[in-house]
């Protein structure tokens, strides 16, 4: 689990992997298991009053459109579904279409197919490369950070999401993607064969002073096994302090932000989910490890969701010091279901709540020692004040323990 030469860093706000899940937590959030959508069946009189404007306009489409004849019913009812799920106005409830949620279902694995660079979104609005991943196509071929899209198979990338383009840079391992990239005033064209690349959840290092560093990545299915082998490997017995970071992580599934939250916490309760008519309080698994060290949890403005569910426990239980700036304030819960024209819905099903019943839905989680860090090149990225910040805390508690 050593990391590379770049280790340890952090992914900009609203970076991500080409092809690799953003948003999980921005949009997926503390979610459930996928499930498949139920009342498949015949749909309800009201429902069939309410749909009959509905088939008038499909109708209409079909009789009457000028070029009816080349109009695709899946397009039909993807723009239908999207709209029903918009008009619900609710961010974080929305319509996957086939490749979309084939792509997000992919990616829960941890294996993506793409070039492998890290982006973000700049101040022009232009999706700019913030770094290039080691042993992947994209560094074989010779892009370098700060490169900006231009396009993408003749396909003009101005003022897409990132989503748009990791759906068009993604495609079947072995076949190849053109991209044009905006380099200083230049114009530098690219022919890259698409790979696999497993994506590394949890990294970890043992740095200066005996002070050990965990980064979790995203809340997967593996996420807490990953950062019991990553502290094993470290020796906590023999570590003076321990930095976790959450810092660009826009949360994954409930089941293991309970998994992480119950590494700090043995006992109680770690969210408690508000449906409107009920609640939920869910508890810690009784399988915290044994840690007597001071211990600091680094998180940011792209820590989302499942972390901040985690931060919040870990924070109102007082097992850990929170460093960095405000959390992004994410706090529903989201179901996903697969659809039978091979879509997905997401729906906002709860809210969620810390262990103190604190909601922190555009609010955030407030830092015990806010450290603000807003690094917008390569090198500034570099410079991590944020871990430096954690250190000198850790160093400085290690200092005033009483000496055995």
């Known amino acids: 689990m050593n990391s590379s030469s770049t280790f340890p860093g952090r992914f900009l706000p609203t970076a991500i992997l080409i092809g690799f899940v953003f948003a999980l937590g921005v949009f997926v959030g503390s979610q459930h298991e996928i499930t498949f959508a139920?009342?498949?069946g015949a749909p309800t009189e009201e429902a069939r009053e309410a749909f009959q404007a509905f088939w008038q306009a499909y109708n209409l489409i079909h009789s009457d459109y000028i070029d009816r004849d080349q109009v695709d019913d899946a397009t039909l009812v993807n723009g239908a579904i999207d709209g029903m799920m918009n008009a619900l106005g609710d961010e974080f409830s929305g319509y996957m279409d086939p490749d979309t949620f084939e792509m997000m279902n992919d990616d829960l694995d941890g294996e993506i197919t793409g070039i492998g660079v890290v982006i973000r979104t700049n101040e022009d609005e232009q999706i700019e490369?913030?770094?290039?991943?080691?042993?992947?196509?994209?560094?074989?071929?010779?892009?370098?950070?700060?490169?900006i899209f231009v396009a993408v198979d003749g396909q003009d990338m101005t003022g897409v999401s990132q989503l748009e383009l990791a759906l068009v840079v993604r495609g079947q391992v072995g076949t190849t993607v053109d991209i044009t990239m905006l380099r200083d005033d230049q114009l530098v064209e690219f022919e890259i064969e698409r790979q696999l690349i497993q994506i590394q959840n949890v990294e970890s290092e043992r740095l200066d002073g005996d002070i050990g560093y965990v980064r979790l990545n995203e809340f997967s299915p593996d996420a807490r096994a990953e950062m019991d082998a990553a502290l094993d490997d470290l020796q906590p017995d023999t570590l003076e302090g321990l930095i976790i970071d959450f810092r660009g992580n826009l949360g994954g599934l409930l089941n293991?932000?309970?998994?992480?939250?119950?590494?700090?916490?043995n006992e109680g309760t770690l969210v408690t989910e508000d449906f409107g008519d009920q609640q939920d309080a869910l508890t810690a698994e009784g399988n915290a490890l044994s840690l007597d060290i001071p211990i600091v949890l680094l998180v940011d403005e792209?820590?989302?969701?499942?972390?901040?569910?985690?931060?919040?426990?870990?924070?109102?239980?007082?097992?850990?010091?929170?460093?960095g700036e405000t959390t992004f304030g994410?706090?529903?819960?989201?179901?996903?279901?697969?659809?039978?024209?091979?879509?997905?819905a997401r729906i906002t099903i709860a809210r969620w709540l810390t262990p103190d019943g604190q909601w922190i839905h555009r609010q955030g989680i407030t830092p015990d020692i806010v450290v603000e860090w807003s690094p917008m090149t390569a090198e500034e990225f570099a410079d991590?004040?944020?871990?430096?910040?954690a250190l000198d805390y850790l160093h400085s508690e290690t200092v005033a323990l009483p000496q055995n």
Do not use: F, R
């Not at 490369?129 to 196509?137: F, K």
């Not at 932000?257 to 916490?265: R, T």
């Not at 991590?384 to 910040?389: E, K, M, R, T, V």
């Open 38 to 40: 139920q009342g498949s």
């Open 129 to 147: 490369v913030v770094s290039v991943l080691e042993g992947t196509p994209a560094q074989a071929a010779g892009i370098l950070p700060g490169d």
């Open 256 to 265: 293991s932000a309970i998994d992480v939250g119950s590494l700090l916490v």
């Open 302 to 323: 792209s820590s989302a969701s499942a972390s901040e569910l985690v931060a919040g426990a870990w924070q109102d239980y007082g097992v850990v010091t929170v460093i």
């Open 330 to 344: 994410k706090g529903t819960v989201q179901t996903w279901h697969s659809l039978i024209n091979g879509g997905g």
């Open 384 to 389: 991590d004040i944020q871990l430096d910040a």
